[in-house]
């Protein structure tokens, strides 16, 4: 008879105590690359090309903090675990999330060193509690399948809290404000939607930190560390990280190009006011909530490469279709049936490079001669604010160049193509330069399974040898898989 496989996904209740911490991740981080280069222009009063500085300039100190933090939760997780991150950090989180939007009255030069500074403080914030739960994937979940399924439990979270961030903010500012155009309505309703988000936020992370068990200490591989392997830079030389990582960043820059352009192009291009812009954003999201399922079968079917690729093709076709043919004024069933259909795309691309990043971290610990899940995940993080900042930047410029009126949806004829332009032609092109990308990842299922096996081979020696115990070789993954329940 043969032995019965072994469980390599944790039980339901630590999948969706895990899923549930994206709740506190994609509301924060989608409301800011959705709305503050709107806030800042339209509320603050910042010059557009200032209010897109204050992303490259925040952006600056995580390429120091985010992987310096990575480091550190592989060096203290041994230690003190990677939960205490996110039970220290989840309020000054929030606390930092609410003060990126109350656009104190300072004046426009106050106004930018205000706006950098509290971008930076949310960044680092952000920084100490999702790098620490992002490594939990690879150490939750085993195979190329269970990590699949665990993301798509976190994207899953995160695709409602993304719909959240981009549907509800208009309702509240429009309900505080009493109406009127989003443009010209005042900072209180920026404000409490700042302060409910944050408390959202730190809500979702505390039940992560206190749900989730902490995973037990894997052994680690016997290979002697390769010089310079533990350096940040090192890491793109293991066997896949280069490729996912391009993957990556590429996709979501288009992701940020399409999400911070849509409230400028729905009001000014579309004429659309905000509660028709709650409609559309919400389809947007909801469509991507019921199409999540069936991406996470395609991938079991075709593999994550293939799923992935028509994602993207159907995501670029679909914003090219929405600009070119939806009408202007009103929501009715063309401009409805193509969000649908970019909601469909939409859920693949922001599920499947987060499925295919933890499969590389086998291949690093092979090549580097130990675990490091905490920095290949913080160099994730930093990429991806980092690709978001370059999106909203690039609006910035566009919005700069092309004239736009702040305070004002009545927007000239060229400012309306430079908008058009973004939504569709540029962000439908980075989506086809990542499909063509996608393609250049080396990890498929069967190779993942060899890069596993030899893994385990490596660290069943080494509690063979003298001094160790060979029975954990055959039992360590069985009751670390048991811990978890």
Known sequence: MSAPRPVLEPPLRVRVAYGVSDLGASLTFV???TWLLYVLVNVAGVPPIWAGAVFVIGRLVDAVTDPVMGVLADRWRDRFGRLPFLRWG???????????????DLG?????????ASFVAFGIAYTVVQVPTMALTPELAQ????????????????????????????LVVLAVAGGGDLAAAGPEGWRAMGVAFGLVAM???????????????????TTPERAGGGSWIGAFRSPGFAAVFSIFLVVTIGLMIVNSMLPFFLESALRLPGEA??????????TAVVAFPAWGRASEAWGKRAALT????????????????????????????????????????????????PDVVEFDALAVGRRREGLLYALFTFGQKAAGSIGVFANALVAAAFGYVQGSAIQSDATIVGLRAMTGPVAAGVFVVAALLVWTYPITRATH??????????????????????AAAATGGAEADHALR
């Open 31 to 33: 409301a800011v690359n």
């Open 90 to 104: 989840a309020l000054p989180l929030a606390v930092a999330f609410a003060a990126v939007w109350w656009s104190p």
């Open 108 to 116: 426009p030069v106050a106004a930018v060193v205000y706006a950098i």
């Open 143 to 170: 195979d190329y399948d269970g990590r699949t399924a665990l993301t798509s439990w976190r994207i899953g979270f995160g695709v409602v809290a993304s719909l959240l961030a981009v549907a509800a903010p208009p």
């Open 203 to 221: 809500a979702a992370y505390l039940t992560t930190a206190f749900v989730v068990p902490e995973p037990p200490r894997r052994p680690q591989p």
């Open 277 to 286: 812009q709650t409609v559309v954003l919400g389809l947007l999201f909801g």
């Open 310 to 357: 028509v994602g993207l093709v159907l995501l670029a076709g679909s914003v090219l279709a929405l600009v070119a043919f939806a009408p202007v004024g009103a929501v009715g069933p063309t401009l409805l049936g193509l969000t649908a259909l970019a909601g469909v795309g939409l859920a693949a691309v922001m599920m499947l490079p987060w499925a295919m990043l």
């Open 449 to 470: 399974e060899a890069a596993r096996a030899e893994l385990a081979a490596r660290e069943g020696a080494r509690t063979a040898a003298p001094g160790g115990d060979p």
